[in-house]
């Protein structure tokens, strides 16, 4: 099972947008609405921001939102504050006794 | 609060095997599916193995597949890894996550702190 495809790493000033792309397969991200996108600050463990490709769980802020075309979802991240800086992973449901694969994750720089 | 804490974590040569728990609390364990995601220090995230509420449906990625097993026991709210035929690359902080479905929906919404596995000889 081949990892999800993100860039290593993208930057924005802050107030800005950054989109992050997370591209699969048929076998998963084009076949299921089932990504989900979780932020990682150093030293801590992962938060959950985006689920079912595009729903936001209670406390995240609707400045994140997620979406899909084909084999590439995408988290966008509006209105970019110091503290959005952080890695950024994907996640999908995959068509095979595997289930599961991340992407290898993109650094973002609030400049 | 939703609180999981993972144990059984340490130093192992090649090999041999470790098993790692996770304790659960602050939710209904048996309403939600669970998942183990390893992180090598300064690495990306992978997934390691996700079981359902009811152990019906349990996944494994290529790299442990054959080598390691998840189970829960719903009655002491904790969730398990048996991890056998060790490898240096198994080397990573193994978390505990919960997922937001009770079947395998990769929504992981809670996360322990993690346990470390270093693989040595």
Redesign the interface.
């Known amino acids: 099972?081949s990892?999800l495809t993100q860039p290593a790493s993208v930057s924005g000033s802050p107030g800005q947008s950054i989109t992050i792309s997370c591209t699969g397969t048929s076998s998963d991200v084009g076949s299921y609405n089932?990504?989900?996108w979780?932020q990682?600050h150093p030293g801590q463990?992962?938060?959950?921001m985006i689920?079912?490709g595009s729903k936001r769980?209670s406390g995240v802020s609707n400045r994140f939102s997620g979406s899909k075309s084909d084999n590439t979802a995408s988290l966008t991240i509006s209105g970019l504050q110091a503290e959005d800086e952080a890695?950024y992973?994907c996640?999908?449901?995959a068509r095979s006794?595997?289930?599961?694969?991340?992407?290898?994750?993109t650094k973002l720089t609030v400049l | 609060e939703v609180h999981l804490v993972e144990s059984g974590g340490g130093f192992v040569q090649p090999g041999r095997s470790l098993r790692l728990s996770c304790a659960a609390s602050g939710f209904t364990f048996d309403d939600y599916a669970m998942?183990w995601?390893r992180q090598v220090p300064g690495k990306?995230?992978?997934?390691v193995s996700?079981i359902s509420w009811n152990s019906d449906s349990i996944?494994?990625?290529?790299s442990v597949?054959g080598r390691f097993t998840i189970s829960r026991d719903n009655a002491k709210n904790s969730l398990y890894l048996q991890m056998n035929s060790l490898r240096a690359e198994d080397t990573a902080l193994y978390?505990c996550a919960k997922d937001?479905e009770a079947v395998?929906?990769?929504?992981?919404?809670s996360?322990?702190?993690?346990t470390l596995v270093t693989v040595s000889s």
């Open positions: 099972q990892a089932l990504v989900s979780y990682q463990a992962p938060k959950l689920y079912e769980p890695d992973y996640c999908s449901y006794t595997t289930f599961g694969v991340f992407g290898g994750g | 998942h995601v990306g995230l992978e997934w996700g996944g494994y990625a290529d597949k978390y937001m395998l929906s990769f929504g992981l919404d996360w322990g702190q993690g």
